[in-house]
């Protein structure tokens, strides 16, 4: 769920126009990473040891993951207004910034919202592209 999840992320932030800037940034580390990760699986997977070479590719390239997962939960803000880096001023800013052009959250509610769901499922645009993705 990390790639549908950052351009969610990014749209809380960001306004749309500035979004697909963004995501264009993230998804061209998809790039850089495929240009190292052969090298560096070929590379452990030499490695001789009481381990499988496929299981220490798993560990080595796993663990870091989840261990930088752990305080990112933490550090990660939810939203403008509970980002402890920014200013009273500067999250004002940035909420007006992101509510120009598309919905914002005026009345401060959590959870799911079953009309905004429901919406979210009639809209053509968000289950087309899950059938392009799944080769339907």
């Known amino acids: 769920m990390f790639g549908p999840g ?3 992320y990014l749209s809380f932030f960001y306004p ?10 993230f998804i061209s580390g998809a790039a850089m990473a495929n240009a190292y990760g052969g090298a560096l699986a070929y590379g452990i997977s030499q490695i001789k ?13 796993g663990v870091p993951t989840c261990l930088f997962a752990i ?3 933490f550090l990660i803000p939810d939203s403008i207004m509970k980002a402890k880096f920014l200013s009273e001023r500067e999250k004002e800013v940035a909420l007006h910034m992101t509510a120009r052009n598309q919905r914002i959250d ?15 499922i009639r809209d053509p645009k968000s289950w087309i592209p899950a059938l392009c993705y799944f080769g339907w």
């Open 71 to 73: 305080p990112c939960l």
């Open 16 to 25: 749309r126009e500035k979004v697909g800037f963004r995501h264009g940034v």
């Open 6 to 8: 950052v351009p969610l």
């Open 49 to 61: 040891g009481s381990v499988a070479p496929w299981r220490l590719l798993f560990i080595i390239e």
């Open 106 to 120: 005026v009345d401060k509610q959590e959870g799911v919202r079953v009309k905004e769901l429901w919406e979210g």
